[in-house]
């Protein structure tokens, strides 16, 4: 079956940054737009951002823009997300998501593949 597997959360000050990882197994990943989506208790889930099958085509969401950057390494069978002077407000679980689109969408019911997710916590 699909399994989507994140790592690289954690706890940093505000202005560091993390790399998240999603390794996929069970897909032929290469096949699959991914992206990254965050949720916090009593909020909405938010689109953070999403790229397509052979990553030539990148969206972020507003609030990343100029300090997210996603890549994926389809040998690998991985994504990633750089994150840059990360702010409080970053602090939510991050979860990763996979569709079988020809392009890319900021739409989360988009999506049907789902990882558990990883927290990532911005605090002074």
């Known amino acids: 079956q699909v399994q989507l597997i994140e790592s690289g959360g954690g706890s940093v000050q505000p202005g560091g940054s993390l790399r998240l990882s999603c390794a996929a197994s069970g897909l032929t990943f290469s096949w699959y737009a991914v992206g990254w989506f965050r949720q916090t208790p009593g909020k909405e889930r938010e689109f953070v951002a999403a790229v397509s099958r052979n990553g030539d085509i990148k969206y972020y969401g507003d609030s990343v823009k100029g300090r997210f950057t996603i890549s994926r390494d389809n040998a690998k069978n991985t994504m990633y997300m750089q994150m840059d002077n990360l702010k409080p407000e970053d602090t939510a679980v991050y979860h990763c998501?996979?569709?079988?689109?020809?392009?890319?969408?900021?739409?989360?019911?988009?999506?049907?593949?789902w990882g558990q997710g990883t927290q990532v916590t911005v605090s002074s």
């Open positions: 998501a996979a569709s079988q689109m020809t392009g890319i969408s900021q739409n989360g019911y988009d999506y049907p593949y």
